[in-house]
């Protein structure tokens, strides 16, 4: 049985304007998620709910004791710092947050999906060398939850071992 052609059209724009619904409501909570606001490496103090995950080098987050330490990587902290921007444009899910432009310290927003939970990822490129360079990472959730320290963690991770490559 063959629709008219009025049911079809109707059909594809019901369809054109839940798709545009579904974009809109998912950009909507990206810009309405409770931002926690920059990380402050040197006074970083953990939350008290565990719901974030630190990697970072003793030298630097003096206050708080990170889960991780983070490698030093072969490459000028200019270069690690675009290797990190690069990754975070076709990462899944994440959006650069506004920064200064050449800032060492960058902030992004990641999504496990188009309607979960936002996880706010703060980066401090830090020079070793002209030629070595290391990392300051730190994410916490925009909705507290205990359980998501390993899902952060691993999350942390996976960004890392990007800039391992």
């Known amino acids: 049985m063959r629709l008219p052609r009025c049911a079809a059209g109707l059909i594809g724009a019901v369809a054109a304007l839940a798709l545009i619904g579904a974009v809109a409501f998912e950009r909507r909570l990206i810009a309405t998620s409770a931002d926690p606001g ?7 103090h953990r939350l008290d709910s565990r719901d974030d995950a630190l990697i970072c080098p003793k030298s630097v987050c003096v206050s708080a004791k990170p889960d991780l330490m983070p490698p030093i990587f072969t490459v000028s ?9 690069a990754y975070a444009r076709g990462a899944p899910g994440a959006g650069e947050i506004h920064t200064k432009q050449g800032s060492a310290q960058l902030r992004f927003v990641q999504r496990s999906s188009p309607f979960g939970a936002a996880l706010f990822i703060d980066v401090l ?3 070793r060398s002209s030629e070595a360079a290391t990392l300051a990472m730190y994410a916490r959730g925009a909705a507290a939850s205990p359980l998501a320290h390993a899902s952060d963690l691993a999350r942390l991770r996976i960004w890392l071992d990007a800039m391992s490559n």
């Open 125 to 127: 490129v830090i020079a």
């Open 38 to 44: 920059p990380a402050n490496f040197p006074a970083l």
């Open 77 to 85: 902290a200019a270069r690690l710092r675009q290797k990190l921007l």
